[in-house]
């Protein structure tokens, strides 16, 4: 402890930060953003496998449960007109091939043709691997037009909860993992539709995606390890609840949205900066940005980094990925950067 509180107040100093950089190697990520919590009745309601849809006797958390019978899932009781959505969630442990676990925003089931939707999608793994995940961006139906990015991560999160979000406004998108931003989406003209517009739902499931989740498929779900449970708690919904089919007069949720802008979370700080590009370094394994052969010219509001193309194959994979054939469960770099902003929970 007390060399993670030397090394923090050392973080401090940024004429320091490249010690910094060496010494947060064992920080362990703590800080959480300063949001309101709330019980899963007072936002939120099953969505399919009821039964599989298991509260804590408090109402604050809630357990997803796949089995060979049912996969399970909840939903926000309103859709939101941009929005913070955030739970801290803990994966299946053990076996987990053809698992996904999913955490996202979507109007699919009031636009069906034109749905927009923001993901955070975990994709199971066999033993001994490590779980990787992707995030996803759609709007007004581009289900054609795929926007994902896969990645790895620095901790192994069936041990403990650690805190999802994403943040929807008018003219940015953020997903973090705990307090590291780890992509930004900024909105632009030429995205036209693509940007997601219209309120959406918060979602929460897991089910069996045998045919495409873990290695594309290569690896089903394993019932003799069902059933399969991953945990949800300290959940938030900030945003401006909305009715999506009756247009609210223009305006009706600038108070809400301007809250959003300026919340803690809206803000990607010098320090997150660091700490974004240090996770996409380090941990981001596929960009659709780079995969030039299903996108020739990359989409609008990609931004190329030289020296992050040079590592990246014309299948936007990484030409050379250290983690793809590492068996150990070590823990590994928490992000540069993330580390200074916690020096006050130490
Ligand atoms: C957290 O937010 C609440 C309400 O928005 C505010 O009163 C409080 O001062 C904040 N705490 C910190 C540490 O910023
Ligand atoms: C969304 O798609 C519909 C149907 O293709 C189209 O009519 C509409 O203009 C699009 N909206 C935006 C904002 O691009």
Known sequence: MDRLRSSSSLCRSRALSYLCFFLCISCVAATDFNVTTIRFDEGYSPLFGDSNVVRSSDGKSVHLLLDRYTGSGFISSSLYNHGFFSAKIKLPADYTAGVVVAFYTSNGDVFEKTHDELDFEFLGNIHGKEWRFQTNVYGNGSTHRGREERYYLWFDPTREFHRYSILW?????????????????VRNDAMGGDYPSKPMSLYATIWDASNWATSGGKYKVNYEYAPFVSHFSDLVLQGCPSDPIQQLPTGSCAEKDAELESADYAVITQERRAAMKNFRQRYMYYSYCYDSLRY???????????????????????????????????????????????????
């Open 169 to 185: 406004t008018a003219n940015n998108i953020i997903f973090y993992v705990d307090d590291v931003p780890i992509r930004q989406v």
């Open 296 to 346: 020739p010219v990359p989409p609008p509001e990609c931004v190329t980094v030289p020296a992050e193309r040079r590592r990246f194959k014309d299948t936007g994979r990484l030409k050379f990925d250290s983690h793809h054939h590492r068996h150990s469960k070590r823990p590994r770099r928490v992000p540069t950067g993330s580390a200074s902003n916690k020096q006050a929970e130490m």
